[in-house]
């Protein structure tokens, strides 16, 4: 039915076409402006030396038709009823404005027959091309919406407007191409479909009149372009008002390139033809769509009973079904999610995403249930392939290549280990497993004992920070005379070769950042000794390295920074409790989710301190929210993720403007029983942590707004934007 629908509406437009060629101006006709706007009347058959202005539907009298003037366009020469004499670009005028009209109406009612047959269920919110036509390109309901007027002077029809109050929102289009979040643009249309005239001559036609015409554009002359009037790059978001299986109609609210094409970057494909349009309907190809649609979206956030890890890549969708859906976008593996309700229906998990209720398929989503604790785990291990999670009893999820597992025990009986997955232990083959990272516990990190100084990174030279090394990476600088082998060339490719791919046991301490020191070794070596085997003695001169060796806890690990004697100084080592900063007790502004929360703070070296606790609060009831242990077998502080907070009392209080000082401590923080990285002050005896530590522990978003001296904080976020994440 459809195939024969398609033919119906070629025909149609081939009618339309044939209506206007055979329907040819001559002299003494009446001719009427079918334009919508403002035609310019030039003295001559040009673009410019315009002496009057005429609009949609007034008449004039051909002296000449069809004269070939600037640029082998065709102008008519005319008069207007003041008895004016000038031209005006052909293709703006027909000798009756109905057959025109008439023939465009006919081709968007035979649009709507072929759309009729779309699932009404799927899409709620259908094309209706006899409805959008007056908000189309030139439609006479463009500019009914708010102006927003950003340039000095174009016709009113060019100049940005909001969205008509006419033309219903029915949701959002976030652009993407795959699902695998590939970056690039997309093409926007003038119309949905082969448009009945050549949409992109008559733009151009028409920014020549304004004179914002763009250079070499009149090779972008054809037929091929006839439907091209954008393009967007992907994430790009536009306000949708219709769209089905094939189309998006969205809203865009125009722009005039008033560069007219001459600012692109360095090698930059010419595509100024394409970078003015007006305020409009267009249309994006459905597939290049994710919809938000209006009839998902909620006013108000909703309690989320759990968080989750995505362990495949999920598809967002509008109803829990497999077929019967809207793509609303798509969560990348191990990418969280924020389930309303935990027990699936038809086998998804409803979501609260981008301020809607969605749904994602419950086997790949990892669920962790709120108030409950996590074991102890030994490893980090990464999914070596696609399989099936089993509680020993049953099969309760799947993984993807590359999903992130927490190993409770490795390979416990010879075959399997046990994991946390879905808030209770399950197995997976060991075989399953790669990239085993071991965790630290909060054991570990308590029997370096007390620090015995501390190693602030504050010298001239510190903005080029210093490196530090895992105890695997030590043994390895070691292994190669920390870098200086004079004669075995394997060896020194080989050390080369380390250095530049061991991102795993090399890091880096920045400028101003600080750390507590637990023990200090010094080392010392003659860096020419592998020379005595082929030099003669007494031409040897014996250069001695000397050096030290810092035992350090940085980014939740326990790590060795080496650093040679005659070397630039980068850092300074204050013994025992000789490193403090002045601060002043301020009360900083946080906002989370609308609200202001009203708290003490510590800015440090451009960095805000705050009480644990009244980050607890702050987070308390979002996907972010944790509860706070002491451990005092360990003298850690354990941050349980997604408890309901317990109040001590006296939260998010004021500061009170009085200068006091901020002394180094020696606590550390635990986030589910395992270390992490958290730069700790102690303040009249509170611990004061930095907010982007917590942050980061938890993945989440942090920022601040300078103009409103504001903290942001973003819980639904990730704490930093990933390069390889799923655009859309």
């Known amino acids: 039915m459809k195939k024969i629908l398609a033919a119906v509406l070629c025909t149609f437009m081939l009618l339309g076409t044939v209506a206007f060629a055979a329907d040819e101006i001559k002299a003494g006709d009446t001719a009427y402006v079918v334009y919508d706007g403002t035609v310019m009347v030039t003295k001559n058959p040009t673009y410019s030396g315009g002496i009057s202005e005429i609009s949609k539907g007034t008449g004039v009298t051909v002296l000449e038709a069809y004269v070939v003037g600037e640029d082998n366009r065709k102008f008519h020469k005319i008069q207007l009823s003041d008895g004016t004499v000038g031209y005006i670009l052909a293709y703006t005028t027909a000798r009756e404005t109905t057959p025109i009209l008439g023939a465009g109406k006919t081709v968007e009612k035979e649009l709507n027959k072929q759309w009729a047959a779309s699932d009404t269920d799927k899409y709620q919110h259908a094309i209706e091309m006899t409805f959008l036509s007056d908000y189309i390109y030139g439609g006479s309901k463009t500019t009914e919406g708010k102006e927003r007027n950003f340039y000095a002077k174009v016709p009113t029809e060019w100049v940005r407007h909001d969205r008509p109050a006419s033309l219903p929102l029915v949701g959002m289009a976030v652009l993407h191409i795959g699902d695998e979040g ?42 091929s372009n006839a439907n091209t009037a954008f393009y967007a790059t992907t994430t790009s978001e536009f306000e949708v008002v219709a769209y089905n299986d094939k189309w998006v109609a969205v809203w865009s609210e125009g722009g005039v390139d008033e560069s007219r094409g001459t600012i692109r970057q360095c090698g930059e494909k010419d595509g100024t033809a394409f970078t003015s349009w007006k305020p409009a309907v267009y249309f994006f190809p459905r597939q290049n769509c994710y919809i938000l649609d209006i009839n998902n979206q909620v006013s108000t956030p909703p309690k989320i009973e759990a968080v989750g890890k995505a362990t495949g890549l999920l598809m967002v969708k509008t109803t829990p079904d497999d077929k019967d859906y809207v793509k609303s976008g798509v969560i990348k593996i191990n990418q969280s999610v924020q389930i309303v309700d935990a027990t699936p ?69 010879g075959t399997n280990s046990k994991i946390w997955f879905n808030s209770k232990v399950c197995y997976i083959p060991t075989s399953n497993l790669d990239e085993f990272t071991k965790t630290l516990s909060a054991a570990d990190t308590a029997a370096l004992g007390a620090p015995i100084g501390v190693l602030s990174v504050d010298q001239p030279w510190g903005e080029w920070g210093e490196l530090t090394y895992s105890a695997e990476g030590l043994a390895k600088l070691k ?142 009831g979002t996907i972010k929210s944790f509860d706070i242990k002491y451990d005092g077998a360990t003298n850690s502080i354990d941050m349980l993720s997604f408890y309901d907070y317990t109040s001590a009392g006296g939260e998010l209080t004021p500061g009170d403007g009085a200068e006091r000082t901020a002394l180094s401590s020696s606590a550390f923080l635990t986030l589910d029983g395992v270390p992490i990285k958290a730069t700790c002050f102690n303040i009249e005896g509170n611990n004061y942590f930095k907010l982007r530590d917590i942050t980061d522990a938890l993945d989440c978003r942090v920022e601040w707004d300078n103009s409103t001296q504001m903290i942001w904080v973003i819980p639904a976020r990730t704490a930093y934007d990933d390069p390889d994440e799923i655009v859309g």
């Open 345 to 413: 229906q038809n086998g998804h998990y409803k979501i609260y995403y981008k301020k809607g209720l969605y749904y994602v398929e419950a086997k790949y989503v990892n669920m962790q249930l709120a108030n409950t604790e996590k074991p102890t785990t030994q490893y980090k291990a990464i999914s070596a392939v696609d399989c099936d999670i089993s509680d020993g009893s049953s099969v309760v999820g799947s993984v993807k290549k590359g999903a992130a597992i927490d190993v409770i025990e490795m390979d416990y009986d």
């Open 182 to 223: 590939k970056i690039g643009s997309v093409k926007a249309s003038f119309y949905p479909g082969n448009p009945p005239i050549n949409y992109h001559s008559r733009r151009l036609d028409e920014l020549k009149v304004i004179g914002y015409d763009p250079p070499f554009a009149e090779k972008s002359r054809t037929e």
């Open 479 to 620: 292994e190669f005379r920390y870098g200086y082998i004079n004669v075995d060339m394997d060896k020194m490719t080989e050390y080369n070769k380390w250095v530049s791919s061991n991102n795993g046991d090399i890091n880096k301490i920045h400028d101003r950042e600080w750390v507590n020191v637990y023990g200090i070794e010094e080392f010392s070596f003659d860096r020419d000794a592998d020379m005595n085997d082929i030099l003669d003695p007494e031409d040897i001169n014996p250069w001695i390295i000397t050096g030290k060796i810092y035992t350090i806890f940085y980014d939740g690990e326990i790590r060795y920074l080496v650093h040679e004697d005659d070397k630039h100084d980068i850092f300074t080592y204050y013994p025992g409790n000789g490193f403090s900063k002045n601060s002043v007790a301020k009360t900083q502004t946080v906002c989370l989710d609308g609200l202001k929360y009203n708290t003490v703070a510590y800015n440090i070296d451009d960095n805000n301190y705050f009480k644990l606790r009244d980050i607890a609060k702050i987070l308390d």
